[in-house]
């Protein structure tokens, strides 16, 4: 829920992770590509990168409205370093089902 909070909130907490975006003119950060496919189900799946050295949240999502059957790309910037990428499923039911093809 905290995750959610930071990201959709036009005024966020002050414990709130920075956006990526933010690095996009910095010439060390990375640039990443993140497309979305939603299933029928697109208001189950949120993600998140989290910093591998210490576990904290750099960037969490989704920060639009999932469309059912929708596609969405955005773009991060990242500072080198390793990172974790973790899609999160609250209806436990994965991302493909019979109503759609979430990838």
């Given at each position: 829920i905290?995750?959610?909070?930071?990201?959709?909130?036009?005024?966020?907490?002050?414990?709130c992770?920075?956006?990526?975006?933010?690095l996009?003119?910095?010439?060390?950060?990375?640039?990443?590509?993140?497309?979305?496919?939603?299933?029928?189900?697109?208001?189950?799946?949120?993600?998140?990168?989290?910093?591998?050295s210490?576990?904290?949240?750099v960037?969490?999502?989704?920060?639009y409205?999932?469309?059912?059957?929708?596609?969405?790309?955005?773009?991060?910037?990242l500072?080198?370093g390793e990172?974790?990428?973790?899609?999160?499923?609250?209806?436990?039911?994965?991302?493909?089902?019979?109503?759609?093809?979430?990838?």
């Amino acid at each position: 829920i905290q995750q959610q909070i930071c990201a959709l909130s036009q005024t966020p907490p002050a414990d709130c992770p920075t956006t990526t975006t933010s690095l996009e003119n910095n010439p060390q950060a990375v640039k990443l590509s993140l497309i979305f496919i939603h299933d029928f189900w697109s208001d189950q799946t949120t993600y998140s990168v989290r910093s591998k050295s210490d576990g904290s949240v750099v960037f969490a999502g989704p920060t639009y409205v999932p469309v059912r059957n929708g596609r969405w790309k955005t773009t991060l910037y990242l500072l080198p370093g390793e990172y974790t990428f973790e899609v999160y499923d609250s209806g436990n039911n994965g991302m493909k089902s019979d109503q759609g093809d979430g990838r």
